[in-house]
Each structure stands twice: as structure tokens, then as C-alpha cells.
């Protein structure tokens, strides 16, 4: 079992920056891809970015490209997400997950282990 701990979340003004964290323990090496979602006040979980443990591609849904950059430290066992130009559409609980088999994907139905998530509020 993969344990995700996710941090860094708070309110920021539009047009700010925020960067997430999530601190992965418990059965490390056991996953193949770790990626962002984000869930609305009444939507569903949406895909932001994913990237692979190895070799450190990376995918970004079209809402956040050029905005956000996912990135992984190995060493720490660690997955950042940093934000940038912010907007109120952002406003979200973000979480991380990770993916116990190859093959990259946005759909969270793929992802096995999941965090507690981290609230952003970007104002207006």
C-alpha cells in the first residue's frame, strides 16, 4: 500500500503562484505514474497532469498548459505541482495518485492509490 501526503494548498489572489507537494511512503517503486486531479464544490474529479516515475514524461490537461509544470524529485519520493497565473477556475481540493501499472492515462478510475487532498482557493 502506497501512502500520499499532500501539502501547500491555501488561498492565493488570481494571477499568483502556489506549489503542491505530495510525499509518497509505504510501498515505494511500486508505481509506474503519478498525477494531479482536482475536484470542484459539485464536479467530478478532473485530470491536471500526470507524470512517469521513470522517466519523467509528462501530460497536462489543456486548461492548465503553459500554467502549471508537474515535476518529481526520486530521491524523496516526492511529486510537486507548480502553479502559476492562477486563475478562480482553479479553485479546487487538489489531489495526487499514483498508478501501479504502465501505461500513462488521465482517467482517475486507472489510479490505484490516492491522497487526502489539498484545498486551493484562488480568489478574483
Known amino acids: 500500500q502506497v501512502q500520499l501526503v499532500e501539502s501547500g494548498g491555501g488561498l492565493v489572489q488570481a494571477g499568483g503562484s502556489l506549489r503542491l507537494s505530495c510525499a509518497a511512503s509505504g510501498r515505494t517503486f511500486s508505481w509506474y505514474t503519478m498525477g494531479w486531479f482536482r475536484q470542484a464544490p459539485g464536479e467530478g474529479r478532473d485530470f491536471v497532469a500526470v507524470?512517469?516515475?521513470?522517466?519523467?514524461?509528462?501530460i497536462y490537461a489543456d486548461s492548465v498548459k503553459g500554467r502549471f509544470t508537474i515535476s518529481r524529485d526520486t530521491a524523496k519520493n516526492t511529486v510537486y505541482l507548480q502553479m502559476a497565473s492562477l486563475k478562480p477556475e482553479d479553485t479546487a481540493v487538489y489531489y495526487c495518485?499514483?498508478?501501479?501499472?504502465?501505461?500513462?492515462?488521465?482517467?482517475?478510475?486507472?489510479?490505484?492509490?490516492w491522497g487526502q487532498g489539498t484545498q486551493v482557493t484562488v480568489s478574483s
Open positions: 507524470i512517469t516515475w521513470n522517466y519523467g514524461s509528462t
Open positions: 495518485a499514483t498508478r501501479s501499472v504502465p501505461g500513462i492515462t488521465r482517467s482517475p478510475t486507472s489510479y490505484d492509490s
